[in-house]
């Protein structure tokens, strides 16, 4: 069964930029579409973005419209998240996953942690 692996969390200042990556352990990326999610302490999880198979449509959630860029690079089998002028706000651990709209589909992976300091 595949396992999607995020990592490039880590603790920036508020303001500073990271990116995230996303990869495939056990399988691929191939014709789907992908998605990030997070997780804040005490809050539910949450979709950020998504990305379908041709990299042409993408989603995102209103919070993060402007800041956070996703894409993918099919013949390497990743997708990525692009986030900048970040906010104590966008704490969280974040996960990608395959997804249908902004529903995710099958099973978590290893997420990644991002910590904003103000």
């Known amino acids: 069964q595949v396992q999607w692996v995020a990592s490039g969390g880590g603790s920036v200042q508020a303001g500073g930029s990271l990116r995230l990556s996303c990869a495939a352990s056990?399988?691929?990326?191939?014709?789907?579409?992908m998605a990030w999610f997070r997780q804040a302490p005490a809050k539910e999880r949450e979709f950020v973005a998504s990305?379908?198979?041709?990299?042409?449509?993408?989603d995102y959630a209103d919070s993060v419209i402007g800041r956070f860029t996703i894409s993918r690079v099919n013949a390497e089998n990743t997708v990525h998240l692009q986030m900048s002028i970040l906010k104590p706000e966008d704490t969280a651990a974040y996960y990608c996953?395959?997804?249908?709209?902004?529903?995710?589909?099958?099973?978590w992976g290893q997420g990644t942690q991002v910590t904003v300091s103000s």
């Open positions: 996953v395959r997804a249908v709209g902004r529903t995710p589909l099958g099973s």
């Open positions: 056990g399988g691929t990326l191939s014709r789907i579409t």
């Open positions: 990305i379908n198979w041709g990299g042409d449509v993408t």
